[in-house]
Structures are given as structure tokens and as C-alpha cells.
């Protein structure tokens, strides 16, 4: 594990760090679709993601979900980050959006590892980086329009997967942008006139990036 935190964090951690945190976490591998953390779960570990991407978001008391982020590689998740800290349950929902990889540090060790410089300046700008992008959610859903906002999120979902065609059904879009499939696919059918994308079965090709 010593091996993996030196190639994805080196640049951020110092030596003696990325050794303590080899010595007490978790190396895990997850499937697309796999949960990592329930609504109202205990929250016993802060995640660093080594490889894929992670969808966080929550739910209202209908089940509706609104995706707040994702993480990506060199990531962790403010949010856990908050509940380990405050010792609360956690207030999102966590799931593979890819195969991914991940390294799990055990909550207690989050203020002992405030000794080094490098973890504090780690665990502000994630805070800061979930801030701006929970910034830019309120926003997509107070000043945007539907199909802004759906087309932003093809295009995230283009770059998380790395692949200009998504495989992804009208449904699975309408439940995590919290709105009807109804709906989804008449403004996916706007977006397709306008030669921004391309609809196939149960597929939709991103032809504008």
C-alpha cells in the first residue's frame, strides 16, 4: 500500500506520513454501482480515491436524489470529512460511478494527522473545493435552464468515464437530476436537434465537449 500512496499522494504528503497512513488504513476495490455510504450511516473512515470516480449526493425524504459532486482521483470527501471530525452520521449517499480504487483511513487518526502541515493544507482545500462545487449546484439549479443543466451533466459523466458514449438509460438521468424521465427525454431530444449529442438504445453519444 506504501507503494500506492507514494505514487497518488508523494506530491502532497511527506515520507513519514504516507507511512502512517499505510500502517493503520484500508486498500479496497469497489464495482460501478457499488454503495460505500449510506444516508444516516455511521461514518468510520475518510476515503482517498486512488483510481475511478465516486458519486455523492443526497436524498430528500421521497428517495429523489440531487447529485452534489464527484471524486475523482487524489480526492477525498469534505462531507465525510465532517461527519469523522463532528462524530455525526453521514448526510450523503456515496456510490461507485466507475470500477474504482480506494484507501480508507480510520476516523480517529483525522486530528492526529493535523500534527503535519501537509494533511491540514489537504483537508482545507478539499473542503474549499466541495464548497465551490456545491456553489455551482445551487446555481445550476437556481439560475440554468433544464437542458443547460443536462447537458453540463452529460458532459461530466463524459469526462468521469473517459468515453464520449455513455451507457445510460432516460430513467437513471430523470432520478439523479431529480426530475421525470418524461422529461429528461424531451430535453434529450432538444439537445439531439441541436447536434449536441447523439441518442441510441439505452445509449447517448456527448458529439460537443
Known amino acids: 500500500m506504501l507503494d500506492v500512496l507514494r505514487e497518488n499522494f508523494g506530491h502532497l504528503f511527506e515520507d513519514e506520513l504516507l507511512v502512517e497512513i499505510s500502517r493503520v488504513s484500508k486498500y479496497t476495490k469497489v464495482d460501478a454501482g457499488d454503495t460505500l455510504m449510506e444516508l444516516g450511516s455511521s461514518v468510520t473512515h475518510m476515503p482517498l480515491l486512488i483510481e475511478g470516480a465516486i458519486k455523492i449526493f443526497r436524498l430528500d425524504d421521497d428517495y429523489r436524489e440531487q447529485i452534489l459532486y464527484f471524486l475523482e482521483r487524489g480526492d477525498t470527501c469534505a462531507l465525510t470529512l465532517n461527519c469523522c471530525v463532528g462524530k455525526v452520521h453521514s448526510e450523503i ?5 466507475v470500477d474504482s480504487e480506494l484507501i ?6 483525522m486530528e492526529t494527522f493535523l500534527k503535519y502541515h501537509s494533511w491540514s493544507k489537504f483537508v482545507f482545500d478539499s473542503f474549499n473545493n466541495r464548497l465551490v462545487e456545491l456553489l455551482e449546484v445551487i446555481d445550476s439549479l437556481a439560475f440554468m435552464k433544464l437542458d443547460e443543466r443536462l447537458y453540463n451533466y452529460l458532459r461530466d459523466k463524459v469526462l468521469i468515464n473517459s468515453n464520449q458514449l455513455l451507457e445510460i438509460t432516460h ?12 422529461v ?3 430535453v434529450l431530444k432538444k439537445l439531439e436537434l441541436e447536434n449536441k449529442i447523439k441518442l441510441h438504445r439505452n445509449k447517448i453519444e456527448v458529439i460537443e465537449i
Open 184 to 186: 429528461i427525454s424531451r
Open 104 to 109: 480508507f483511513v480510520p476516523a480517529e487518526y
Open 93 to 97: 449517499k456515496a456510490v461507485a460511478e
Open 171 to 182: 430513467s437513471i438521468i430523470a432520478q439523479e437530476m431529480n426530475t421525470s424521465r418524461v
